[in-house]
């Protein structure tokens, strides 16, 4: 299992762009993924479920993976919440 917490830090938080974001590079990934804040837990290949946890800006998500291509798959979705999912 591989797994990194991170803020989200983009204005206005995980709404269906960025849910949608998440999902797509997730899904090019054979590893499972969840997306984590205040303990609950939603996989990473669902925009619902993603859009469920409501994490807004300044949220603690934890980004976990596991399976054959977990490091990079962690380290893609990090990359893109970095990246405040392209927002200015």
């Known amino acids: 299992m591989v797994e990194r917490e991170i803020?989200?830090?983009?204005e206005v938080g995980v709404h269906v762009r960025p849910a949608s974001m998440l999902v797509e590079i997730a899904s090019k990934f054979e590893s499972e993924i969840w997306i984590e804040k205040d303990g609950q837990e939603a996989n990473?290949?669902?925009?619902?479920s993603l859009l469920l946890l409501s994490a807004e800006k300044g949220s603690k998500i934890k980004i976990k993976a596991e399976g054959p291509d977990a490091e990079e798959a962690v380290k893609a979705l990090v990359?893109?919440?970095?990246?405040?999912?392209?927002e200015k």
Do not use: P
């Open 7 to 10: 803020e989200i830090s983009n």
């Open 44 to 48: 990473g290949k669902s925009i619902m």
């Open 79 to 86: 990359s893109i919440v970095e990246k405040k999912f392209g």
